[in-house]
């Protein structure tokens, strides 16, 4: 039943290390996004794809690549991980033009 | 750049008090602001407004827009422990970026 569902919940690695969060929505949006929220909770935009196009990539590392091989799924795939990389990744879908719905988060911790 | 400011930052009231949040903008191609709620996980939807001057309520909850001043405010009346949380103010351009506040954390006591 869960709207938009991200795996995993948790992510601990090393620097260096490669890693993705899978993301998936079944509510039949056209808009998917992942924003990245901060230790002091300032939620920023990274990507947005709309019908698995990408329309918004704000100035992120090209060391995070996302993939979105159907309107329904949008994957992040981040290499050479960084200890500022540690955050909370949301997913979020939306219809064109309506209120975004975010998942549950993946908190990701670089040591 | 476009940027979206509230206040406060955090605020602690005791149950039964009405608290106001406020949120303001600059943002072209504004398209619609947005509240939504967090508390331990994933932000939850509270209002969408796209016209100026017309209340959104549910509840105790309740939000209008003001696009002459470039602001929102959000209502909370009688507050409960359980709405303490972070209340997100978001603005949607017509690029179809959101565009965040930092945020107010509201602590209601009992």
């Known amino acids: 039943d869960t709207a938009v569902s991200q795996t995993p919940k948790y992510l601990v690695t090393q620097m260096g290390n490669d890693k993705s969060i899978k993301c998936e929505q079944n509510?039949?949006?056209?808009?998917m996004y992942w924003y990245k929220q901060d230790s002091k909770k300032f939620l920023k935009i990274m990507f947005s794809y709309n019908n698995k196009e990408l329309i918004i990539n704000e100035t992120v590392p090209n060391r995070f690549s996302p993939k979105s091989p159907d309107k329904a799924h949008l994957n992040l795939h981040i290499n050479s991980l960084e200890l500022g990389d540690s955050a909370v990744y949301f997913c979020a879908s939306s219809l064109t033009r309506t209120e975004a719905f975010f998942g549950q988060g993946t908190r990701l911790t670089v040591v | 750049e476009d940027k979206v400011v509230q206040s406060p930052l955090s605020l602690v009231v005791h149950e039964g008090d009405t608290v106001t949040l406020n949120c303001s903008y600059e943002?072209?191609?504004?398209?619609?602001l947005l509240w939504y709620k967090q508390e331990k996980k994933a932000p939850t939807f509270l209002f969408m407004l796209?016209?100026?001057?017309i209340e959104k309520k549910s509840g105790r909850l309740s939000s209008i827009l003001d696009k002459k001043e470039l602001s929102s405010i959000l209502n909370i009346t009688a507050t409960q422990t359980g709405d303490s949380a972070i209340y997100l103010c978001a603005v949607a351009s017509n690029t179809g970026k959101l565009i965040f506040g930092q945020g107010t954390t509201l602590q209601v006591k009992p």
């Open positions: 796209t016209s100026s001057g």
């Open positions: 943002v072209t191609n504004f398209r619609s």
């Open positions: 509510l039949g949006h056209d808009t």
